[in-house]
């Protein structure tokens, strides 16, 4: 009695992977020879399957920026910053959002102006020569004037 041709037998398909990468990627599974073909039978063959795959992935992405918060400080160096907002969330296997939300800067770094400061008049001098002549007065500077602050007056 002849033997007859037995085909390939195979184990069922296993699982599939995970998608990889997790966005847009592929997916695969795999399967066993069970038991070899013989005398001619149908040869095993694919023991892999690939086939794409994608999951909701969104990558993050930031609204513009905001316009720049008042200066802290009139003059002498301030701080200001500005902020911008999550325009779209991260999801999935989606790329999150790089850098800061906020930023911050110098700002009214000229020196503040410094008004002058005089100190107040000394008492009348005497009149030189006694009889019409002539006394003064005077005063100093206590604050000299600096960056556009208001100038001494007189002195004498």
């Not at 063959?45 to 802290?72: G, H, K, M, Y």
């Not at 000229?110 to 002539?134: I, K, M, N, R, Y």
Request: proline share 5%.
């Amino acid at each position: 009695e002849k033997a007859c041709p037995t085909d390939c037998e195979y184990s069922d398909w296993g699982a599939w992977s995970p998608c990889e990468p997790f966005c847009n990627g592929t997916t695969t599974r795999n399967r066993t020879i069970a038991k070899q073909s013989s005398l001619g039978g149908m040869p095993c063959q694919d023991l892999v399957q690939l086939d794409t795959c994608s999951n909701p992935c969104q990558d993050c992405r930031w609204s513009n920026w905001e316009a720049w918060d008042v200066c802290d400080k009139s003059c002498a160096g301030g701080q200001q910053q500005r902020k911008r907002l999550t325009a779209q969330s991260q999801s999935g296997g989606g790329k999150h959002c790089e850098g800061s939300d906020e930023e911050r800067r110098a700002c009214h770094t000229f020196p503040c102006a410094v008004d002058c400061v005089l100190a107040e008049w000394t008492d009348w001098s005497s009149c030189v020569p006694w009889c019409l002549g002539t006394h003064n007065r005077t005063r100093y500077v206590k604050t000299a004037a600096s960056a556009d602050g208001a100038p001494c007056g007189h002195l004498l």
